[in-house]
């Protein structure tokens, strides 16, 4: 059964590896057994991902070989996954697409989490880009169905691949693309660009910030972020709405996001970024 999924993904152009499966009676199919840290989820070849193919007499030979593997797709080539393994995870990922899940692609993992199929971004794995959610993109993989999990369930499909896969939205490749490069000391070519992007990366950065170090976040972005209002380069309103969305995800309260948002922003406007000069204020 699993030959034939394999044959099917490899048709759609995803390369397709062989995967140890769980021992049915406890732990992995590989040498280690009941010892295996990451039982029915790691490569059955020796180079793991690197040798993934869509060649069909090579997945027979395989699978000929493995019958009973898991099927592992690589990812970053035709699909990007989103990897949720917690109510957290589904919660962050929900946020980041706006409230609202895509008709796309949807796993249910053998282990109880999801897996959301997207367009491929370009960019690589992101470990914990939110707590419960990993982002598996080029050079890596996933455990597709119709493979089983060491819990015993099988992972399935909730929602099939169709003609076309969705794309991740703004606040996902965002975060995903990470904060922008430390700032050079070179003039800026396109100021406004880089207040957008800077934007983008201080709300993400406020939206995960860990609790203890929140407030100090929020304090920062709006300080560097009110140096960008102060220079005419982000519109004030915009730039607090963004600031306020991002410390109410992090789990803020309003009064003190307000008062927060406030006294940083003044500060920063005071010292307005010089995209000539691009250097830090004393
Ligand atoms: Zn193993």
């Known amino acids: 059964m699993s030959l034939t999924a394999a044959l099917a993904y490899a048709r759609h152009g995803i390369p ?6 769980p021992d049915p009676r406890g732990g992995c199919s590989c040498d280690r057994g009941v010892t295996c840290p990451r039982p029915g989820k790691h490569p059955h070849l020796r180079h793991g991902l690197t040798e ?3 060649d069909p007499r090579l ?11 898991n099927v592992g797709l690589r990812t970053g080539v035709t699909m ?6 917690s109510a957290e995870g589904w919660h962050g990922l929900c946020h980041l697409l706006g409230g609202e899940f895509p008709a796309g692609p949807r796993v249910r993992t053998g282990g109880g989490g999801w897996h959301f199929w997207f367009r491929p971004l ?50 996902l490749r ?16 396109h100021p406004s660009r880089y207040a957008r992007a800077a934007l983008i990366a201080e ?24 140096r960008l209002v102060g220079a005419g380069l982000l519109d004030q309103a915009d730039t607090m709405r963004e600031l306020e969305d991002a410390a109410r995800f992090a789990g803020l309260g309003r009064a003190e996001i307000r008062a927060t948002l406030r006294s940083g922003l003044t500060a920063g406007r005071r010292a ?11």
Request: charged share 20%; glycine share 10%; proline share 13%.
């Open 16 to 21: 397709v590896l062989p995967v140890h499966a």
């Open 52 to 54: 993934a193919s869509t």
């Open 59 to 69: 997945i027979e030979l395989w699978w000929s070989r493995w019958p009973g593997a």
């Open 80 to 85: 990007d996954v989103a990897d949720v393994d």
């Open 122 to 171: 370009g960019h690589g794995n992101r470990v914990r880009l939110l707590p419960g959610l990993d982002w598996r993109g080029v050079g890596g993989y996933v455990v597709a169905p119709p493979s089983r999990h060491a819990s015993g369930a099988d992972y399935r499909w909730v929602l099939r691949p169709g003609r076309s896969l969705p794309e991740g939205p703004t606040a």
């Open 174 to 189: 965002a975060l995903i693309a990470g904060p922008p490069p430390p700032p050079s000391h070179r003039p800026i070519a």
């Open 203 to 226: 709300a993400d950065r406020v939206a995960r910030a860990p609790a203890g170090t929140r407030n100090d976040t929020l304090n920062r972005a709006a300080f560097s972020l009110g």
């Open 272 to 282: 307005p970024f010089d995209p000539e000069l691009n250097r830090d204020v004393a």
